[in-house]
């Protein structure tokens, strides 16, 4: 069961997601309207994935998630806003976003957005991914190549180029014929060893490796 938390200040949108995400078989652990409450109240309902808009009465959109992320380092946030503006998306993925979609997403669109997102997928609305990687791939360093660069085994480099190329955990487990909870393992061996926090750093640190050719 995936427990899920809606933020956003207009009630019949909020209340329409909710009860779509209820239908769905989400667990709805809270609604709320407002940025400071939702990271007040985070650390107590604990959700998995938060759906949250950027246009917030009280605190910014970027602000919520820095502060959901730092009091839940595992929570998954999908924003779900009005705006597809460039510096919107990268302002959020560089927050702590997992995914980004615009509210003008079909409605299986988005619950298929938000299952990937509990399962790690980073999501992003068709067009906003390529702007998210070409901005990671204008500020990747040169690779790292000294004695403290973690070592990877050969499975987990095989992964995260998968990782790297956009590719969903079970796509990624249908080609390397591996279970999707063992891919899950490797990427999350991988996160620890890399001290990363989610799939979109770890994609930023593949291309900064080179593995997404």
Known sequence: MVDVMVVDDHPMWRDGVARDLTDAGYTVVAAVGEGGQ?????????PDVVVLDLQLPDLSG???IRGLVAALPQVRVLVLSASGEQQDVLDAVKAGAAGYLVKSAAREEFLDAVRRTAEGDAVFTAGLAGLVLGEYRRLAA???DGPDTP????RETEVL???AKGLTYRQIAERLTLSHRTVQNH????LGKLQLHNRVELVRYAIEQGLDG
């Open 62 to 64: 970027v602000e919520v």
């Open 161 to 163: 180029r998968l990782v």
């Open 187 to 190: 990427v999350q061996n991988t």
């Open 142 to 144: 040169a690779p790292g």
């Open 151 to 154: 070592r990877l085994s050969e």
């Open 38 to 46: 939702a990271v007040r109240i985070g650390p107590s309902v604990r």
